[in-house]
């Protein structure tokens, strides 16, 4: 087994039973959202302006349309 594949698996391994639900549901239904939320889960949401990685190429700013974003729980709970 690769790494890659291994540390896929721990991370799996280590997943509460509600978010392997989510995982497997996302993944299922194409990443269309999931039947319920689970306290404390994080969305990424866009923000202006921020620090932009001075190691990533112009390149790859344009192929992978990177973004600056920003985690806060969902709905607004902290």
Known sequence: M???E???DAWWDNLPPVRRVQVHHWITQRGKQPPE???GQLELV???GGREDEEMTK???DVAGVRTVA???IGGVS
């Open 6 to 8: 291994a540390n896929a």
């Open 2 to 4: 690769r790494q890659d």
């Open 59 to 61: 390149t790859n700013k």
């Open 71 to 73: 985690a806060r729980p």
């Open 46 to 48: 866009p923000v202006e």
């Open 37 to 39: 939320e689970v306290p």
